[in-house]
Structure formats: C-alpha cells, structure tokens
C-alpha cells in the first residue's frame, strides 16, 4: 500500500505564507510527477503546481510567481510554499503522486487526505 501524508495547513493573514509538506510512504519503486491540487467550497478540485521526478515544473496561473513546488527524492516528500496569500487562496489542499508499486508495471493516482489551508482578509 502507498499513503500520502500532508501537513502544515493553518490559518494565516492575507500577505503571509504557510509551507504544506506531502511525504509518500509505503510499497515504493518510483514516483513520477507529484503535486498539489485545491478545492475550495462549491468549487472543483483544481491544479495548483505538479513537479517531475526530472524537476519541470508547472503552476497554475492564479500562483505563478507566489508559490514554489519543490521535492525531496531521497525522501519521497513533495512541498509548496505560499507565499503572499490571499483569502482565495482558501481550500483544502490535497497532494497527488503517480507511484509505481514495487512488483507493479504500471503507475497509479494517489491522494492524500487533504489539508485546510485558510486566508483571512
């Protein structure tokens, strides 16, 4: 089995910045791309930032140039920081892996559980 642990929601003030932390763990061969999605109320899951195992990046627009994505190969963990927040930045924050399973073929989508971040104005 393959679990992805997220941390470092919270609540911050418009303008601050909060670090989310996403580490795989479990039956690993590999992992491919990893990122970050968000969904906020009555809204769809929504692509935040994604980064290769090779390191291309690729963020959406609303957080170009405010948030960062990077990983930690050796430790299976993915990471962004927000920087400059504001309140529609408020979501639940997932994490998503493409892992090949040891003894497996092929890769498969994993979610974490999902992390409340919230921006107040």
């Known amino acids: 089995q393959v679990q992805l642990v997220e941390s470092g929601g919270g609540l911050v003030q418009a303008g601050g910045s909060l670090r989310l932390s996403c580490a795989a763990s479990?039956?690993?061969?590999?992992?491919?791309?990893m990122g970050w999605y968000r969904q906020a109320p009555w809204k769809q899951r929504e692509l935040v930032a994604t980064i290769t195992s090779g390191g291309s990046i690729n963020y959406a627009g609303s957080v170009k140039g405010r948030f960062t994505i990077s990983r930690d190969n050796a430790k299976n963990t993915v990471y962004l920081e927000m920087n400059s927040l504001k309140p529609e930045d408020t979501a639940v924050y997932f994490c998503?892996?493409?892992?090949?399973?040891?003894?497996?073929?092929?890769?498969?989508?994993?979610w974490g559980q999902g992390t409340q971040v919230t921006v107040s104005s």
């Open positions: 998503n892996a493409a892992v090949q399973p040891n003894g497996k073929s092929s890769s498969y989508n994993y």
């Open positions: 479990g039956s690993i061969f590999s992992i491919n791309a």
